[in-house]
């Protein structure tokens, strides 16, 4: 019942800024933390960002200074501003959200986004 829906990957330049959507929908459900993770070929899935429901947000050391986790008042869509883009971001990124009641994690399907030198 619960799904994520991403948006906004894609390719860029390096220097350049991408933004990524991830809109939660279904029932009523208490969401107690959004996050981004990404997964490059042949590496593990990692830790971008996250944010709580009181607004503290946790960065990855790689993007810190680069990239913002935010949401919107509803809570129902988090976005991930990237900027600075490296080649080294290249990855999949995927939404995830931590939802009290069920007490589990959902994950999106993911968005693909590319950095050429």
């Known amino acids: 019942q619960v799904q994520l829906v991403e948006s906004g990957g894609g390719l860029v330049q390096a220097g350049g800024s991408l933004r990524l959507s991830c809109a939660v929908s279904g029932s009523t459900f208490n969401i107690a933390i959004m996050g981004w993770y990404r997964q490059a070929p042949g590496k593990q899935r990692e830790s971008v960002a996250r944010i709580i429901g009181g607004g503290g947000t946790t960065y990855a050391d790689s993007v810190k200074g680069r990239f913002t986790i935010s949401r919107d008042g509803a809570k129902n869509t988090v976005y991930l501003q990237m900027n600075s883009l490296k080649p080294e971001d290249t990855a999949v990124y995927y939404c995830?959200?931590?939802?009290?009641?069920?007490?589990?994690?959902?994950w999106g399907q993911g968005t693909q986004v590319t950095v050429s030198s």
């Open positions: 995830y959200a931590f939802i009290v009641g069920p007490n589990r994690d959902y």
